[in-house]
């Protein structure tokens, strides 16, 4: 009976707007973070740019989770709604640590392997940008949906790859000479890898969203 009822109520279907705007914020924190790692005069400008979407995504969930708690229907489970939102802000968040180690560190130069993975986190978050809007309509997109999900895992593998790799190089440069160079870049290396785990957490949230729905 309740099932019944539900289907013949409107849906609360403003979360898939505020989803959009999360995720646009995390684009323009992925491009900006891109683009601070390029190094050279514009970083300070670069990462402003990361605080202030990290503040403007840190308000979108406040209201996702707000809606959550005001409506009575929602487009799928509460849980599945505050659990997306919160993997999404971790993303974002985790870039803000990784600008605030930059900044405490007054790193201004950066290794190619950074900004590869750096390119990388822009990748992801587009596809993610991409995936979310086709969770209103899951059933007729679930081919698709799979296949970003997978992609954003390909793609961490691939950011592993080269957070090892960048460990390896850092430590025969630094390991013997300069241990605080050492590790510096090391952490650099770790938050970046840690904002591609975020974002795999969101592909796994959509991928459990689209299994609980089909």
């Given at each position: 009976?309740?099932?019944?009822?539900?289907?013949?109520?409107?849906?609360?279907d403003r979360f898939f707007d505020l989803f959009?705007?999360?995720?646009?914020?995390?684009?323009?924190?992925?491009?900006?973070?891109?683009?601070?790692?390029?190094?050279?005069?514009?970083?300070?400008?670069?990462?402003?740019?990361?605080?202030?979407?990290?503040?403007?995504?840190?308000?979108?969930?406040r209201d996702v989770l707000l809606a959550v708690?005001?409506?009575?229907?929602?487009?799928?489970?509460?849980?599945?709604?505050?659990?997306?939102?919160?993997?999404?802000?971790?993303?974002?968040?985790?870039?803000?640590?990784?600008?605030?180690?930059?900044?405490l560190y007054e790193q201004r130069e950066f290794?190619?392997?950074?900004?590869?993975?750096?390119?990388?986190?822009?990748?992801?978050?587009?596809?993610?940008?991409?995936?979310?809007?086709?969770?209103?309509?899951?059933?007729?997109?679930?081919?698709?949906?799979?296949?970003?999900?997978?992609?954003?895992?390909?793609?961490?593998?691939?950011?592993?790859?080269?957070?090892?790799?960048?460990?390896?190089?850092?430590?025969?440069?630094?390991?013997?000479?300069?241990?605080?160079?050492?590790?510096?870049?090391?952490?650099?290396?770790?938050?970046?890898?840690?904002?591609?785990?975020?974002?795999?957490?969101?592909?796994?949230?959509?991928?459990?969203?689209?299994?609980?729905?089909?």
């Amino acid at each position: 009976m309740l099932d019944w009822f539900r289907a013949l109520m409107p849906r609360e279907d403003r979360f898939f707007d505020l989803f959009a705007r999360h995720a646009n914020t995390v684009v323009g924190g992925a491009e900006a973070l891109e683009k601070l790692l390029q190094g050279g005069e514009g970083l300070e400008h670069q990462c402003r740019a990361v605080i202030r979407l990290e503040d403007e995504a840190d308000a979108i969930t406040r209201d996702v989770l707000l809606a959550v708690r005001k409506s009575f229907i929602t487009p799928f489970d509460r849980g599945d709604i505050k659990d997306l939102i919160q993997s999404m802000d971790d993303a974002i968040d985790t870039m803000h640590k990784t600008v605030k180690t930059i900044m405490l560190y007054e790193q201004r130069e950066f290794d190619p392997l950074m900004q590869e993975m750096g390119s990388l986190i822009v990748k992801t978050s587009r596809i993610l940008a991409e995936a979310i809007p086709l969770l209103q309509r899951i059933g007729q997109n679930v081919a698709r949906l799979t296949a970003m999900t997978e992609e954003v895992t390909r793609i961490e593998g691939r950011s592993d790859e080269l957070h090892e790799q960048g460990l390896k190089d850092l430590f025969r440069r630094y390991g013997q000479s300069n241990t605080m160079a050492y590790i510096v870049g090391s952490e650099i290396y770790g938050q970046l890898e840690k904002v591609m785990d975020r974002f795999e957490d969101v592909a796994n949230e959509i991928s459990g969203i689209v299994i609980e729905n089909v």
